[in-house]
Nanobody, 124 residues
Framework: QVELVQSGGGSVQAGGSLRLSCEASGFTGSRHCMGWFRQAAPGKEREGVALIHSTGETMYVDSVKGRFTISKDNAKVTSYLEMNSLKPEDTGMYFC?????????????????WGQGTQVTVSS
């Protein structure tokens, strides 16, 4: 069973930076794609923010391009989300997710393994 443990997050002023980490365990193979999703408020849809495929290729939602960077340490099976130039609209609960595949979609409903979530609050 895949387990994801998140760390990082917090509160910053607009323009600040934060870093999120997501450590995965339980994968049986070497292929892991990992993504980050955010939920603006409880009950709202989880929006895909960034994804890194098993190949190392990345993809981002338009609203974070140029500001967020996703990376992955394959040896540690850990994903990082570096968030710079944060805006109030980036506020939300951030979740990491993972699949044991070569390529993964940036759609929340395709993932079964999720981290516990971490709050990111950006004040203006």
């Amino acid at each position: 069973q895949v387990e994801l443990v998140q760390s990082g997050g917090g509160s910053v002023q607009a323009g600040g930076s934060l870093r999120l980490s997501c450590e995965a365990s339980g994968f049986t193979g070497s292929r892991h794609c990992m993504g980050w999703f955010r939920q603006a408020a409880p009950g709202k849809e989880r929006e895909g923010v960034a994804l890194i495929h098993s190949t190392g290729e990345t993809m981002y939602v338009d609203s974070v391009k140029g500001r967020f960077t996703i990376s992955k340490d394959n040896a540690k099976v850990t994903s990082y989300l570096e968030m710079n130039s944060l805006k109030p609209e980036d506020t939300g609960m951030y979740f990491c997710a993972a699949q044991g595949r070569l390529y993964c979609p940036l759609h929340a409903d395709t993932y079964n393994s999720w981290g516990q979530g971490t709050q990111v609050t950006v004040s203006s």
